[in-house]
């Protein structure tokens, strides 16, 4: 089940300072919704200004055509409002997102997921 899917810019990468060797954070915008995406740059090749689609999947999803997937679990989901802030981790690589409520409905605790992201030509 898909639980998110929007186009997003990357408006800034590692804006706090470079942590690791070969990962680096993105800082993503959609018109409604902000994404920090800890990624592994020796796989993905990033820039800021890049257009990228952001697919968010319920379950662990081996077949997505996309140039990186990435396989995590939600560890915390904070309603406020009309929004919702989702924390989820990559083994370690976090996704840090805040979101309206009705752009993630269904999202729990724990739940497994499946992130890709596709470049925007």
Do not use: W
């Not at 470079?18 to 993905?44: E, F, G, H, W």
């Not at 409520?101 to 992130?115: C, F, P, T, Y």
């Amino acid at each position: 089940m898909q639980i998110l899917a929007d186009n997003f810019k990357i408006t800034d990468i590692d804006k706090e300072g470079k942590l690791y060797t070969k990962v680096s954070r993105i800082y993503m915008q959609s018109p409604t919704i902000s994404i920090a995406l800890d990624y592994n740059t020796t796989l993905c090749k990033l820039q800021m200004g890049h257009a990228v689609e952001v697919r968010i999947f319920r379950g662990i999803h081996e077949n997505i055509d996309c140039f990186y997937l990435a396989y995590g679990r939600i560890y915390s989901v904070e309603p406020r409002d009309n929004r919702v802030s989702i924390t989820a981790s990559f083994g370690g690589l976090l996704l840090i997102m805040d979101a309206p409520q009705e752009a993630v409905k269904g999202v729990g605790d724990k739940d497994d997921i499946s992130l890709a992201l596709t470049f925007i030509l």
